[in-house]
């Protein structure tokens, strides 16, 4: 009996602003709040609110049978509980359907794998314990920043404790494997890899509204009609996306809302097809064999490699020196500098500064608030600048930084240590 397992991820950075290199030295407050706030306000409204009364309903219309699973950022929760605390109720109200799973990630929606292992590990604990928070769920399932998967981090990930990690299904490494079946990591005991297929899941997240698509416009039960050929031929359909592919990406216009109304009930129509969350994927299917991820791979671009954070001088640079001052940062004790330090690392700011031209470059542009990547690395540059300043001086000794976000109707800011106190 095949599944359909739907995973979204809903994130949000804490975007810095026009920082120049004249604030260094003179005004410690990094954050672009009023962007933050305004981007939160129009997703919420365009996406979060509407796609979560959406999934509330079909979960209660077909009593049940409908599930699904999201990745929360630690940022955007944090987001939510300053600008937003209506979407978070919504998630909460999600939760309590006992059809919804939330998957663990790193707090910050970092590449701290890549470069630190000890930070790696704080930021998903404290990310879990943010979910078990609001949730009530102990995460068993976990989703790395933007599926950047290899047979290490499965084999980490496992030691943690858990019994799935969700990956994309690159072709270059599935040699012939399908990936409608659950794999095993290379290196690992017991846990299970769960492929996105990311033909079916990029026909709803990139070309559904499309014109010039041959297979436009997409209506449900044509979709439904492929994910049943799976029938005989695989155990689980993966649909992975971002969630704002729902009302944001893909505008209310497109019909992608009126598409995922009737999509349920379209698959459901044939009797050998549910929908599980990747938990009960993982306890219900056995591995079909291994994949072997050597090298690092990820859901983003055509390359589907780290290309999108790490293809330029720039990028490589700014992350050298956000990880450079790790051991200065923890040396501090201070929970405030470490929480601004956590910020800097999200993945989204190297995003910013990617040179890609092409298809994919299209796609940077439309996320980046810079007008240039250059903007972008000069602007983070500026403000690492500002805060190694801050930092090293005070090395192991207890700081006075101000906290980064705080909650209340002001505008949020990162803020450090003035020179002055």
């Not at 492929?195 to 439904?224: G, M, Q, V």
């Amino acid at each position: 009996m095949p599944s359909v397992c739907f995973y979204f991820q809903v994130h949000q950075p804490f975007r810095i602003r026009h920082y120049s290199v004249f604030d260094i030295g003179k005004d410690h407050f990094y954050e672009d709040s009023e962007k933050n706030k305004w981007i939160m306000d129009k997703v919420s409204e365009k996406c979060y609110l509407p796609a979560n009364y959406k999934m509330l309903e079909l979960i209660k219309r077909h009593k049940g049978k409908f599930k699904i699973s999201y990745s929360l950022s630690g940022t955007v929760i944090e987001q939510m509980e300053l600008y937003r605390p209506d979407v978070l109720q919504t998630f909460v109200d999600l939760a309590k359907t006992g059809c919804v799973e939330f998957l663990s990630e790193t707090y910050y929606h970092s590449l701290s794998f890549l470069y630190n292992k000890d930070e790696f590990v704080r930021q998903v604990k404290a990310h879990d314990e943010r979910i078990e928070h609001y949730f009530k769920q102990k995460p068993k399932v976990f989703r790395n920043t933007e599926l950047i998967y290899n047979n290490e981090l499965a084999a980490f990930i496992e030691k943690m404790g858990y019994k799935g990690i969700l990956c994309e299904g690159v072709d270059r490494l599935l040699h012939g494997k399908h990936p409608n079946h659950l794999l095993k990591p290379v290196g690992t005991k017991s846990i299970k890899a769960l492929l996105k297929n990311y033909r079916l899941s990029d026909d709803i997240a990139f070309r559904f509204s499309d014109k010039n698509w041959t297979e436009w416009p997409l209506h449900a039960d044509t979709f439904a009609s492929w994910i049943h050929k799976v029938a005989g031929s695989g155990d689980v359909i993966n649909l992975f996306m971002d969630y704002e592919t729902f009302g944001e990406h893909q505008w209310e216009s497109t019909g992608i809302f009126d598409f995922m109304d009737h999509l349920p009930r379209e698959i459901l129509k044939h009797p050998d097809f549910n929908f599980k969350t990747p938990s009960e994927v993982v306890d219900t299917y056995n591995a079909r064999g291994v994949y072997d991820a050597h090298e690092f791979v990820s859901w983003a671009d055509s390359e589907r490699d780290l290309s999108a954070w790490l293809g330029n001088n720039m990028q490589q640079e700014a992350l050298k020196k956000i990880y450079s001052i790790s051991d200065d940062v923890v040396a501090s004790d201070n929970k405030d500098l470490m929480e601004v330090w956590g910020k800097l690392q999200t993945s989204d700011h190297f995003y910013y500064m990617s040179t890609k031209f092409w298809s994919d470059g299209d796609v940077h542009k439309y996320f980046s608030p810079y007008n240039s990547p250059y903007d972008a690395y000069i602007f983070y540059m500026n403000v690492f600048a500002d805060f190694e300043a801050t930092v090293r001086p005070g090395a192991g000794k207890k700081s006075t930084a101000k906290r980064s976000t705080v909650k209340k109707k002001a505008p949020a800011r990162t803020s450090k240590k003035k020179d002055s106190e």
